[in-house]
């Protein structure tokens, strides 16, 4: 049974893009919102959160998830509020995370939306979707503290520094008592790392020599790339390795929209000549870190050590031009979607 007062706008994937991803390649439907059923839920959602991963998502390759299927509605992690349950664990009121998608509401048992219940906490609804996340902090956590295992005086470079991960490793690189080095495409995001977030130094690849830069914000060389470019920033960045330095890849979001692959890296035989560890990560093979993660961040936030910023884009509708806004070089923070009130 359909609720006559309850509306459900969505997306659906109409096309699979060969390039960057605009809006021919959804289309906005709407259809009555049903009833929970037993062991269900009825979540409005209130944010969605805007990754890098969404493009993935949408590609027919192999990753670490299936693709969404022609017809689907677009995959996205948000939070929401539940209106009504019929689960009895959940009730009405409760703050959730999950799976939710580009659309207005989800009806549907906990688990298919992998729902968590989010804290009472004296933080921004938005920090459950940047900080005190998976989509941010949990992903910046693991993957400086576990994956790349900072030594204090170690140098760590970070590309992507002005968005939601790279800005979190640089002042976790900071708090571990590490060089910090951020990659970004804006002065604007070079001066947000630096002059807020405690930085040593930012290069902006599109207006500086990276190489050259490197040489003068890192003298002695590159201990640890957190690298969420990859392409040529990648090449560069291993050219000023030092041995047994690590790299931590996150993410390749310069490569997300080749119609071609890309050959490289160009400078894969330093991984051998310089003993370098290069390890991939995905964070939802990590799920046994995300408590110590949460503890940590949040407290880090209480101390005054963590900051963030967020870009909100209003409205469900102008979900497909937030997608895009990810593959602008000056985008800074966290990229949001308000559904709702």
Known sequence: MSTP?????????????????????????????????????????????????????????????????????????????????RHPDYGAGDLVSGLLGWQDYNVAAPGDLALTRLPALDVPLGAFLCPLHVTGGFTAYVGLFDIAQPRPGETIVVSGAAGSVGSLVGQMGKIAGCRVVGIAGSDAGCRYVTEELGFDA?????????????????????????????????????????????????????????????????????????????????????????????????GWIKEGRIKWRERVVEGLENAPDALGMLFQPNKIGKLLIKVSE
């Not at 919102?33 to 991963?53: A, K, M, W």
């Not at 390759?61 to 539940?82: D, F, I, T, W």
């Not at 490197?214 to 920033?233: H, K, S, T, Y």
């Not at 291993?238 to 050959?263: A, E, H, W």
Request: proline residues 8%; hydrophobic residues 35%; neutral net charge.
């Open 5 to 85: 007062s309850l509306s459900n706008r969505h997306y659906i994937l109409k096309a699979r893009p060969e390039g960057p991803p605009d809006r021919s390649h959804f289309e906005l439907r709407e259809a009555p919102v049903r009833e929970p059923g037993d062991g269900e839920v009825l979540v409005r959602t209130r944010y969605l959160s805007v990754d890098p991963t969404n493009r993935i998502w949408m590609s027919d390759m192999k990753q670490y998830m299936p693709p969404v299927n022609q017809g689907e509605v677009m995959r996205a992690l948000g939070v929401g509020v539940v209106e009504r349950s």
């Open 202 to 298: 930012c290069i902006n690849y599109r207006t500086e020599d990276v190489a050259a830069a490197l040489d003068r914000a890192c003298p002695q060389g590159v201990d640890i790339d957190f690298e969420n470019a990859g392409g040529d920033i990648l090449d560069t960045v291993l050219d000023k390795m030092n041995l047994f330095g690590r790299v931590t890849i996150c993410g390749l979001i310069s490569t997300y929209n080749d119609k071609q692959p890309r050959p490289g890296p160009v400078r894969f035989p330093l991984i051998l000549m310089q003993r370098l560890r290069v390890q991939g990560f995905v964070i939802t093979d990590h799920q046994a870190r995300f408590p110590e993660a949460f503890e940590k961040i949040h």
